[in-house]
């Protein structure tokens, strides 16, 4: 079936560089986008959203591009901090309540 | 305030048990989400409660699964005759709508070990 997947598993970034977080889906007809993180032991978070009209959206030190030609989404993270470590996850949704889910990539922030 | 409440934390089992999860949504979320978490992996939709509809149960692994959202609010996981491979965590999630457009806000789970 059509599901949404990573690039990278793991990601190790240096305290205060930037990260960025590649996501691959697969269903054309998928129209709404989130970024979910994940810290050990809780529950999924949300970070940001993004429509299917859009290709950029910006947030607090988090910016979700969206290349639809490609089926491509990514989350950069300025400034990485290592309160950012976590699993993030991105989620793809094409109906009205059901969002699918990618494996997820690990990032460990370095001191 | 109070988030999505979920219990027990932990359960550990012995396969061919039947086991119960609790979640408690949010005060005034129509929506509740349950989903699977296998180790390493993304989230498995499992099922959805929107206020009085039929749930859409579609995610469901097998019979042995079933969920009940009583009055609205507590929702309870049923795995009967457990098997290993339902080894997980389950996560729950509620919304204040319907759509995905509303942000589910999710429980810290419940870890299943079956033995």
């Known amino acids: 079936g059509e599901s949404v997947g990573l690039h990278l598993p793991t990601l190790s970034v240096q305290e205060g560089d930037n990260s960025i977080i590649n996501c691959a889906y697969s269903n054309s007809a998928s129209d709404y986008f989130i970024w979910y993180k994940q810290e050990s032991g809780k529950g999924p978070q949300f970070i940001i959203d993004i429509r299917s009209n859009m290709d950029k959206r910006q947030g607090q030190r988090v910016t979700v591009l969206l290349n639809k030609t490609v089926k491509h989404l990514s989350l950069q993270i300025a400034a990485t901090q290592p309160g950012d470590s976590a699993v993030y996850f991105c989620?793809?949704?094409?109906?009205?309540?059901?969002?699918?889910f990618g494996a997820g990539t690990t990032v460990t922030v370095r001191a | 305030g109070a988030g999505v409440s979920q219990s027990p934390s932990n359960k550990v089992t012995e396969k061919g048990k039947d086991v119960e999860l609790r979640c408690d949504p949010i005060s005034g979320h129509t929506a509740l989400y349950w989903y699977r978490q296998r180790l390493g992996q993304g989230l498995e939709f499992l099922i959805y409660f929107q206020g009085n509809s039929a749930p859409d149960k579609s995610g469901l692994p097998s019979d042995r699964f079933s969920a009940e959202r009583t009055g609205g609010s507590v929702s309870t996981l049923t795995i009967q005759r457990t098997q290993q491979e339902d080894s997980a965590v389950y996560l729950c999630?509620?919304?204040?709508?319907?759509?995905?457009?509303?942000?589910?806000?999710f429980g810290p789970g419940t870890r299943l070990t079956v033995t």
């Open positions: 989620a793809e949704n094409f109906n009205d309540y059901k969002l699918s």
């Open positions: 999630a509620s919304s204040l709508g319907p759509r995905v457009s509303y942000e589910q806000y």
